[in-house]
């Protein structure tokens, strides 16, 4: 989506895709990449989700990239944080609190090292179609040789262009093909016709 459309969001508060708790399908398959506490993690569009909280609760450095900046802070405000504030030449400010680094910004120009660790839960299905292919090449330049994708996505009869956007199998199979993927889980809603998916996507070494 256009960039103003999410400060819009932020600005007016319509944010029903946050989530209060953290992820359950976080916390039953985080395990699933076999991660080390010293392995950096990566969460793009990561809003003021508390999955950031803990994600750090088991590693030494987790780092958030945000566009909204009234998400940032609010995440440290929230959280009753004091982070440590600095500009990047890149423009992109970042804020630092013990494990945590959040990174205001474009997440599309932000100056990010290959990771071995990334956590999408809220990302790919906030991109429309026409971003969908550039999403997904990014992501995969920053995944690291060997490194794992834990992905969350919806399906739902979709009825209109807005985010959240439903992702079917066959999306995930065709933007992440060369790479090593597996359904973890399918939680289908009552109705039969909605639910999340969460998938592990390696990289070769």
Request: hydrophobic residues 40%; charged residues 20%.
């Amino acid at each position: 989506m256009e960039q103003e459309f999410w400060h819009q969001r932020w600005a007016e508060n319509q944010i029903g895709f946050h989530r209060d708790t953290v992820h359950p399908m976080l916390i039953r398959h985080w395990p699933s990449l076999a991660p080390q506490s010293d392995e950096p993690v990566l969460v793009p569009l990561c809003g003021k989700s508390i999955d950031l909280n803990w994600l750090a609760e088991k590693h030494q450095h987790v780092i958030g990239v945000e566009l909204s900046e009234i998400a940032v802070r609010a995440f440290f405000s929230e959280n009753l944080y004091t982070p440590q504030v600095y500009r990047a030449p890149s423009g992109h400010v970042h804020y630092c609190f013990d494990e945590l680094e959040l990174i205001n910004g474009d997440f599309f120009t932000a100056r990010l090292s290959p990771m071995p660790l990334i956590y999408d839960r809220a990302a790919l299905v906030a991109m429309p179609p026409a971003m969908r292919a550039q999403y997904v090449s990014h992501i995969r330049t920053l995944l690291a040789p060997g490194g794992r994708l834990l992905l969350i996505t919806l399906f739902y009869p979709q009825t209109d262009d807005t985010p959240p956007f439903s992702i079917d199998a066959a999306v995930v199979e065709e933007a992440f093909q060369g790479l090593d993927i597996a359904l973890l889980e399918t939680h289908t809603e009552p109705d039969g016709e909605r639910g999340e998916q969460v998938w592990l996507i390696k990289a070769t070494d």
